[in-house]
């Protein structure tokens, strides 16, 4: 880290770097040359993927361990949109945690009324309303529904974005939903095609908690 | 502005320059040389402060005029903490358009549980409820008090502080607040030193909006 | 106005005269000689109809200033679903100023358990919403949904008639709503025959208006 | 009941004459020769005073066979402000049927934000709370506190009035309401002086429900 | 009653044996020698079915003699989905009342996110979600439908038992229940069966009372 | 275990075998012979105390261990008032997994009509209302207030019962609960002497707990 430019940690809790590159990629256009570095890393202890609720209980601890050792870092972000150990690593550190369903979610409210969120997997979305409660925002679901792919289907390209259409339609049409959060870090490749076919915002979660975390770390 | 840089026109709706002069103050670390430009602007038909309802909508049409003759602006921020014309001035751009009353409590929901807010005047804390409801986040509010202070006493900095201080203390102690928002653009000078002086994360709104607006501008 | 007989002003905040006289036969049956009198005046500045936020930023200062000049009324009544200005007006008299969305949502509170609502046009149903949310009575809304009628549609009577049928009989029977409100002052000619044809109660906003605000008038 | 005039019966449920005769003299002014009727009638079967739930249970069948017996009626005032029998009375006829609760409350939240209740008991706090839930309104409750005065006392007209003043205040200033309920049928003779000491409305739930019973009447 | 050995008092406000006895053979496995006695009574005054209002009203006051008369009961369950006189019954003794809709409800929130409730008619429906709201945990409800099965029907099991799949299935799958509740006390037989053909707990209401009650009068 | 009989675990996480020795005191009443067999078990791998959010994350994967590799209990409690790991024991196993906290407030809806929560520290409370969000029952909380006493003070049994005492009567008298909940297992012993003391039920969540298992145990 260059001395004096203070950097934000996005923290990947799986341990498939292909989904950090992912994110790197996604975050792009938040890095500035005047701005804070943004440094996306895998956790290794990580399970590959994070699906379960024991995948996100396997990954709380090494997430406290490596926010309280670091001392460089001006603010974390973790990747996982079930915020795994977002609670624990606050309670660790001085500097501000985000976790992206939260901020995927709070910056949504700014964009559209009633949020549409698009899970991977039905399993998924009880665990996410359960986290839409206890934040308080519920009222504000339109609803929640998933693309059911295996990782082998969202790796084509065309049947994910096809698939994403076909729930995101759902969610606007069905749903009243007029923003759409994409309720998975390994679906940013597509939120711009998405937002154009859908004609409404679709929000990518890193994106907005990164936001947030340069907020926090440039007002200090 | 230079030609392919974006820009986010912050606009305030009053027409106290020193006002927007002390916003352009708070916003100075988020002005990146590689990022969006920011442009804090006076709303010449706004009353000298907005205090009343009548004020409120005195500004509604002017603002939506701004907004919808600005071509060159990647992204809107409305700089009053009673978000005065935020829904007419969404309807008249398809760029985003945010109000600091709205990022600044959705700000605040990611770095406490329960969110006090600072107003200016009690008169203010009945419109604000009725915002937090209509937000559907009325269940994370702890309280909302007012430091109730004139222009002239608001002007002496240190009593202004003092004031701050008590509520902000009220607020954490009787409410249970666990971070506070500063109901008012204008008390964005004092967020540091309250911060310290309260020991939990004190949000001023101007700032969380910019930054909301920063990364929509960025990822388009 | 006869000397010591209260009036309520009935504000039709569109310059559709057409309108206006739908709302004074609606009232016709709520006229009582030795009640208030009932007057329904057009505003001339507004819009010749609300049907966008812009609309409904256009009239609330007309509104507020018709309201602040008139000394002689003892009740206003706005009469727009969408309760343009509604703040700002009671906010310059002392005298109540009541609603159509308000009264209408709140009578048929005591007419049914699950309220349903017939909108003009899909894209007032987010703004709706918005408006219950902020009433803090959202949880007993099962659903709105909009005819989608264009002006010239809605003057042939029997086809209007036919859509209010068939959405009213989606609110009750897939929504679950055992009352109706029409969410336009233009609905209310269809009041009665609706109300036959879906065997549940059907308010007219614009009559729940009045009679509250006869009420109002009558106990001082 | 003179042929074609239609009859609203308002019905206390207690056997208190005295308290019907209070009701009678606060409903005068809705009393209009063009109107329906209004008539008044002890419950003959019910307690002296409805205090407890055993009051309330023991009223609603006489309440129900009233309501059913009764085919002359264009719509019923149950007069009590726990509401008793409310939804049976609903279930034996097709005429509408007012509780003053429910009208109390729901005509508070046209006059005020945050509505404050003024209670004869502490014990009939919890079970009104219960009814706000039940409505959905709760998040518009800024508080209930009870006057706790014995009969006796609340017979002596001064002291009955500085107490209600005194539990007004703590609403207004403690609670934060801006809009009180009275929540007994017979603290009507009060509220006018009431409203002019502390300044906000003060509304009288039988007024509000024999209003909303002349609107339901005279729209038919 | 055996000295010294607490009993609990089920009450079937109907005055259906059949459905009493149901009761008591559902209860059979909450039957421990070292617990408490296990009563299963029917109310003599009920109606042999309870399904209106008017049916509910009638044995409110039955249930509270029932109850304030009984000095030797350790704790009471009133075992009707409508909860008949579960506060007045509570008034009238220091002793714990479980009413059946409560207690399964509140006992579904422990095996699951969002309950299903499958109701015996259409018109209860509404009469349940009141309660809900009452309770405060509608936001936990997925749905509730009705098997709107007449009593004949009902007596075919298999008929009644295909009814309850369905109803369930739909529950399930369209509304996202994850768990279920019966909404009928003379449901208990299918409990097990359905369980197993839906894949998610299913709750019998008078067992979930019954264990509530025994918990209660084992800890004094 | 003896053949055929089931068994409940009921796991304290912290490794104070003297609390798990309090729980299995208070758990007496609740051993029947005939019923299932009740198990106390310390989680040897748990903090002495479990204080923090890193004392409870530090505690999930055990107790999911546990959970997973016991093939003969028939229902599990996780006895710590923070619920910790419940959502990934509930994964690991198809027998039903109870937390205190959830089952102690639902018992508690059951018996009074606002809850009132005392805890150990103040920095639990925060948790504690997270928790109450996520279950979607917040609108019954009336308060939540710590003893905030040392272990070493809550060893000096009247110390700590004048301070339950203290606590409990401002839940009371100052929040208008009606019914209390111990926020902590370890506060069991005095759950009776408070419930004198109080005059309103005081529900201990571990036999709350324990009382749905048993329940869900027997009916299978």
Redesign the interface.
């Given at each position: 880290m260059a001395a004096g430019r203070p950097s934000i940690l996005v923290i990947n809790p799986n341990s498939n770097q292909a989904v950090t590159d992912g994110m790197a990629k996604a975050l792009q256009?938040?890095l500035?040359?005047?701005?804070p570095e943004i440094i996306c890393r895998t956790l290794e202890e990580g399970p590959f993927g994070i699906e379960?609720?024991?995948d996100?209980?396997?990954v709380?601890?090494p997430l406290?361990d490596l926010v309280r050792d670091d001392n460089l870092t001006a603010a974390f972000v973790i990747a996982c949109y079930s915020d795994p150990?977002l609670?624990?690593c606050?309670?660790?550190t001085d500097k501000?945690v985000?976790?992206i369903q939260?901020?995927g979610v709070?910056?949504a409210?700014?964009?559209g009324?009633?949020v549409g969120v698009i899970a991977i997997k039905d399993a998924s979305?009880?665990?996410h309303?359960?986290?839409l409660?206890?934040?308080?925002?519920?009222?504000?679901l339109a609803g929640e529904r998933a693309v059911n792919l295996t990782v082998a289907e969202s790796a084509q390209g065309e049947g994910t974005f096809a698939r994403l259409c076909a729930v995101g339609r759902d969610l606007k049409d069905l749903d009243?939903a007029?923003v759409i959060v994409l309720g998975c870090a390994g679906m940013a490749a597509h939120?711009?095609a998405l937002e154009r076919a859908l004609g409404i915002?679709v929000i990518?979660p890193v994106?907005?908690a990164?936001?947030?975390a340069?907020?926090?770390v440039?007002?200090?």
């Open positions: 256009p938040l500035l040359s005047s701005g379960s609720q024991c996100i209980e396997s709380t601890l406290r150990g609670q624990v606050r309670e660790v501000p985000f976790g939260e901020c709070l910056t409210l700014t964009r009324d009633r979305i009880r665990r309303m359960r986290a409660r206890q934040m308080g925002v519920i009222d504000r009243g007029d939120r711009i915002p990518d994106q907005a990164v936001t947030m340069i907020g926090a440039l007002v200090g």
